[in-house]
Protein backbone atom coordinates (compact mmCIF):
# COMPACT_ATOMS: atom_id res chain seq x y z
CA UNK A 1 0.00 0.00 0.00
CA UNK A 2 1.55 3.32 -1.01
CA UNK A 3 2.69 5.13 1.97
CA UNK A 4 2.31 2.53 4.43
CA UNK A 5 4.24 3.03 7.87
CA UNK A 6 6.64 -0.23 8.36
CA UNK A 7 8.32 1.07 11.80
CA UNK A 8 12.54 -0.88 11.52
CA UNK A 9 14.02 -1.08 14.72
CA UNK A 10 15.24 2.16 15.72
CA UNK A 11 14.00 3.69 13.17
CA UNK A 12 11.71 6.54 12.48
CA UNK A 13 9.14 7.89 10.21
CA UNK A 14 9.78 10.65 7.65
CA UNK A 15 7.31 13.51 6.56
CA UNK A 16 5.78 15.78 4.24
CA UNK A 17 5.80 12.39 1.65
CA UNK A 18 2.96 11.56 -0.72
CA UNK A 19 3.04 8.48 -2.50
CA UNK A 20 -0.05 6.65 -5.15
CA UNK A 21 0.55 3.49 -6.36
CA UNK A 22 1.73 0.42 -5.33
CA UNK A 23 4.76 0.17 -3.68
CA UNK A 24 5.27 3.64 -4.20
CA UNK A 25 7.74 5.53 -1.44
CA UNK A 26 6.76 2.35 0.74
CA UNK A 27 10.81 2.72 2.38
CA UNK A 28 10.40 6.44 2.81
CA UNK A 29 9.49 5.68 6.59
CA UNK A 30 13.38 6.35 7.52
CA UNK A 31 14.60 9.70 7.61
CA UNK A 32 12.95 10.60 3.88
CA UNK A 33 10.90 13.78 3.60
CA UNK A 34 9.61 15.94 0.76
CA UNK A 35 9.10 13.51 -1.14
CA UNK A 36 6.07 12.81 -4.05
CA UNK A 37 5.53 9.64 -6.31
CA UNK A 38 3.01 8.91 -8.58
CA UNK A 39 2.96 5.89 -9.86
CA UNK A 40 3.75 2.16 -9.82
CA UNK A 41 6.92 1.84 -6.87
CA UNK A 42 7.96 5.28 -7.86
CA UNK A 43 10.56 6.26 -5.66
CA UNK A 44 10.30 2.93 -3.94
CA UNK A 45 13.69 3.10 -2.31
CA UNK A 46 13.82 6.28 -1.35
CA UNK A 47 14.89 5.76 2.24
CA UNK A 48 16.53 8.82 3.46
CA UNK A 49 16.25 10.79 0.54
CA UNK A 50 14.45 14.65 0.05
CA UNK A 51 12.31 16.90 -1.87
CA UNK A 52 12.25 14.10 -4.62
CA UNK A 53 9.76 14.07 -7.35
CA UNK A 54 8.57 10.96 -9.40
CA UNK A 55 5.80 10.64 -11.66
CA UNK A 56 5.46 7.34 -13.53
CA UNK A 57 5.81 3.32 -12.71
CA UNK A 58 9.16 3.12 -11.65
CA UNK A 59 10.14 6.51 -12.15
CA UNK A 60 13.47 7.28 -9.48
CA UNK A 61 12.33 3.68 -8.18
CA UNK A 62 16.21 2.93 -6.59
CA UNK A 63 17.39 6.43 -5.73
CA UNK A 64 18.06 7.66 -2.41
CA UNK A 65 18.98 10.88 -3.59
CA UNK A 66 17.74 14.48 -3.03
CA UNK A 67 16.10 17.11 -5.25
CA UNK A 68 15.70 14.94 -8.27
CA UNK A 69 12.10 15.08 -10.53
CA UNK A 70 11.50 12.48 -12.80
CA UNK A 71 8.35 12.43 -15.10
CA UNK A 72 7.88 9.36 -17.08
CA UNK A 73 7.79 5.69 -16.99
CA UNK A 74 11.08 4.39 -15.83
CA UNK A 75 12.92 7.43 -15.76
CA UNK A 76 15.84 7.69 -13.28
CA UNK A 77 14.91 4.29 -12.67
CA UNK A 78 18.47 2.84 -11.65
CA UNK A 79 20.07 6.10 -9.73
CA UNK A 80 21.37 5.45 -6.37
CA UNK A 81 22.84 8.55 -4.94
CA UNK A 82 22.01 11.22 -7.63
CA UNK A 83 20.85 15.14 -6.35
CA UNK A 84 19.70 17.88 -8.49
CA UNK A 85 18.68 15.79 -11.72
CA UNK A 86 16.03 16.01 -14.02
CA UNK A 87 14.96 13.60 -15.69
CA UNK A 88 11.60 14.06 -18.55
CA UNK A 89 10.80 11.25 -20.50
CA UNK A 90 9.89 7.49 -20.74
CA UNK A 91 13.40 5.62 -20.09
CA UNK A 92 15.27 9.12 -19.64
CA UNK A 93 18.44 8.50 -17.81
CA UNK A 94 16.97 4.74 -17.71
CA UNK A 95 20.32 3.44 -16.64
CA UNK A 96 22.27 6.31 -14.99
CA UNK A 97 23.40 4.43 -11.24
CA UNK A 98 25.79 6.99 -9.68
CA UNK A 99 26.12 6.18 -5.93
CA UNK A 100 27.45 9.09 -5.07
CA UNK A 101 25.94 12.14 -4.27
CA UNK A 102 26.40 13.82 -7.67
CA UNK A 103 23.89 15.07 -10.28
CA UNK A 104 23.07 18.06 -11.89
CA UNK A 105 22.18 15.98 -14.90
CA UNK A 106 19.23 17.40 -17.23
CA UNK A 107 17.51 14.42 -19.47
CA UNK A 108 14.49 15.04 -22.16
CA UNK A 109 13.40 12.76 -24.10
CA UNK A 110 12.70 9.04 -24.10
CA UNK A 111 15.74 6.67 -23.66
CA UNK A 112 18.32 10.71 -23.06
CA UNK A 113 21.47 9.80 -21.37
CA UNK A 114 19.94 6.35 -20.51
CA UNK A 115 23.39 4.80 -20.69
CA UNK A 116 25.08 3.25 -17.60
CA UNK A 117 26.65 6.79 -16.69
CA UNK A 118 28.46 6.00 -13.26
CA UNK A 119 29.57 9.86 -11.52
CA UNK A 120 29.02 12.38 -14.53
CA UNK A 121 27.29 15.71 -14.01
CA UNK A 122 26.09 18.83 -15.63
CA UNK A 123 24.92 17.07 -18.57
CA UNK A 124 22.22 18.25 -20.46
CA UNK A 125 20.58 15.86 -23.11
CA UNK A 126 17.43 16.88 -25.00
CA UNK A 127 15.83 15.00 -27.69
CA UNK A 128 15.07 10.62 -28.05
CA UNK A 129 18.52 8.89 -27.72
CA UNK A 130 20.73 12.08 -27.20
CA UNK A 131 23.75 10.68 -25.13
CA UNK A 132 22.10 7.77 -25.05
CA UNK A 133 24.93 5.17 -24.64
CA UNK A 134 27.20 7.35 -22.11
CA UNK A 135 27.96 4.98 -20.17
CA UNK A 136 31.89 5.39 -18.48
CA UNK A 137 32.18 4.38 -14.83
CA UNK A 138 34.53 7.45 -14.34
CA UNK A 139 33.58 10.97 -14.98
CA UNK A 140 32.18 12.39 -17.98
CA UNK A 141 30.74 15.66 -17.19
CA UNK A 142 28.81 18.60 -18.66
CA UNK A 143 28.27 17.58 -22.31
CA UNK A 144 25.84 19.06 -24.15
CA UNK A 145 23.34 17.19 -26.56
CA UNK A 146 20.43 18.89 -28.36
CA UNK A 147 18.60 16.66 -31.00
CA UNK A 148 17.76 13.44 -31.72
CA UNK A 149 20.51 10.52 -31.05
CA UNK A 150 22.84 13.46 -30.85
CA UNK A 151 25.95 11.84 -29.58
CA UNK A 152 24.83 8.60 -29.31
CA UNK A 153 27.55 6.72 -29.69
CA UNK A 154 29.63 8.54 -27.04
CA UNK A 155 30.27 6.84 -24.13
CA UNK A 156 33.09 8.56 -21.76
CA UNK A 157 34.09 12.16 -22.71
CA UNK A 158 33.61 15.44 -21.27
CA UNK A 159 32.70 19.26 -22.53
CA UNK A 160 31.78 18.38 -25.77
CA UNK A 161 28.74 20.11 -27.75
CA UNK A 162 26.51 18.40 -30.19
CA UNK A 163 23.71 20.35 -31.79
CA UNK A 164 21.17 18.99 -34.31
CA UNK A 165 20.09 15.81 -35.62
CA UNK A 166 22.62 12.94 -34.90
CA UNK A 167 25.19 15.52 -34.67
CA UNK A 168 28.36 13.97 -33.47
CA UNK A 169 26.91 10.36 -33.74
CA UNK A 170 30.06 8.60 -34.13
CA UNK A 171 32.29 10.22 -31.30
CA UNK A 172 32.92 7.35 -29.05
CA UNK A 173 36.07 8.83 -26.37
CA UNK A 174 36.24 12.56 -27.30
CA UNK A 175 35.97 15.56 -24.98
CA UNK A 176 36.27 19.46 -25.88
CA UNK A 177 34.38 18.86 -29.18
CA UNK A 178 31.99 20.98 -31.10
CA UNK A 179 29.70 19.39 -33.52
CA UNK A 180 26.66 21.31 -35.27
CA UNK A 181 24.91 19.03 -38.04
CA UNK A 182 21.84 17.80 -39.10
CA UNK A 183 23.23 14.08 -40.15
CA UNK A 184 25.75 11.73 -38.85
CA UNK A 185 27.84 12.31 -42.10
CA UNK A 186 31.39 13.58 -41.31
CA UNK A 187 32.57 16.17 -41.46
CA UNK A 188 30.05 18.33 -39.88
CA UNK A 189 29.01 21.44 -41.70
CA UNK A 190 30.54 22.85 -38.39
CA UNK A 191 33.36 21.41 -36.12
CA UNK A 192 35.43 22.99 -33.15
CA UNK A 193 37.88 21.73 -30.84
CA UNK A 194 37.66 23.81 -27.38
CA UNK A 195 40.88 22.76 -26.17
CA UNK A 196 42.66 23.89 -29.37
CA UNK A 197 40.14 26.88 -30.03
CA UNK A 198 39.89 25.58 -33.39
CA UNK A 199 36.57 25.90 -35.59
CA UNK A 200 36.44 23.96 -38.91
CA UNK A 201 33.94 24.34 -41.76
CA UNK A 202 33.27 21.02 -43.42
CA UNK A 203 36.46 19.72 -42.07
CA UNK A 204 37.07 17.86 -38.72
CA UNK A 205 40.91 18.98 -38.97
CA UNK A 206 40.87 22.53 -38.95
CA UNK A 207 44.61 23.60 -38.72
CA UNK A 208 44.07 26.98 -37.17
CA UNK A 209 41.43 29.08 -35.85
CA UNK A 210 38.95 29.11 -38.73
CA UNK A 211 39.41 26.53 -41.29
CA UNK A 212 37.28 26.56 -44.23
CA UNK A 213 37.32 23.66 -46.51
CA UNK A 214 35.09 22.70 -49.87
CA UNK A 215 32.59 20.13 -50.09
CA UNK A 216 34.62 17.48 -51.78
CA UNK A 217 36.61 18.99 -55.28
CA UNK A 218 34.65 22.16 -55.05
CA UNK A 219 36.03 25.13 -54.31
CA UNK A 220 36.82 26.63 -50.51
CA UNK A 221 35.08 30.42 -50.49
CA UNK A 222 34.45 33.07 -47.99
CA UNK A 223 32.54 36.06 -49.57
CA UNK A 224 32.48 39.43 -47.79
CA UNK A 225 29.55 41.75 -48.71
CA UNK A 226 28.69 45.39 -46.83
CA UNK A 227 24.77 46.47 -47.04
CA UNK A 228 23.44 45.50 -50.69
CA UNK A 229 26.58 46.01 -52.41
CA UNK A 230 28.34 43.10 -54.43
CA UNK A 231 30.26 41.15 -52.26
CA UNK A 232 33.66 40.27 -52.95
CA UNK A 233 35.32 36.31 -53.29
CA UNK A 234 38.24 34.94 -51.67
CA UNK A 235 38.48 31.72 -52.35
CA UNK A 236 41.23 28.92 -52.97
CA UNK A 237 41.24 27.17 -56.77
CA UNK A 238 40.87 23.40 -56.42
CA UNK A 239 42.57 22.55 -59.52
CA UNK A 240 45.23 25.70 -59.67
CA UNK A 241 45.89 25.59 -55.68
CA UNK A 242 45.74 29.83 -56.57
CA UNK A 243 44.25 31.51 -54.33
CA UNK A 244 41.90 34.46 -56.31
CA UNK A 245 39.86 37.30 -55.03
CA UNK A 246 37.49 38.46 -57.39
CA UNK A 247 34.20 40.51 -57.42
CA UNK A 248 30.32 39.57 -58.05
CA UNK A 249 29.55 42.95 -60.62
CA UNK A 250 27.82 42.73 -63.34
CA UNK A 251 30.75 41.09 -65.04
CA UNK A 252 32.60 39.05 -62.53
CA UNK A 253 35.90 38.17 -63.05
CA UNK A 254 39.13 37.46 -60.82
CA UNK A 255 40.40 40.29 -59.64
CA UNK A 256 43.64 39.23 -58.42
CA UNK A 257 45.29 35.68 -58.37
CA UNK A 258 48.60 34.46 -55.93
CA UNK A 259 50.69 31.25 -56.86
CA UNK A 260 52.61 29.43 -54.47
CA UNK A 261 55.58 31.78 -55.84
CA UNK A 262 53.29 34.86 -54.61
Excluded: C
Excluded at 4 to 30: K, M, Q, R
Excluded at 82 to 87: C, L, P, Q, R, S
Excluded at 181 to 209: C, K, M, Q
Aim: overall charge negative; charged content about 10%; cysteine-free.
Amino acid sequence: KAGTPIFPPGGHIGSENTGIGYEALSSSVFSGHGNTAVGHQALKEVAGGTDNTAVGAWALQNTNGSNNTAVGAKAGRDMIGGIDNTFLGADAALFYNTWFPEGHNTAVGRLSLAGGLGTGQYNTAIGEQAGGTLTTVGNSDRNTFLGTQSGYSLTAGSNNVFLGYRAGYNEINTSNKLYIANSETNPPLIYGDFSAGNVGINTITPAHNLHLAGQGVNNAELDIQSGSNNYWGIYHDNATEELRFWNNDANPKNVLSLDNNG
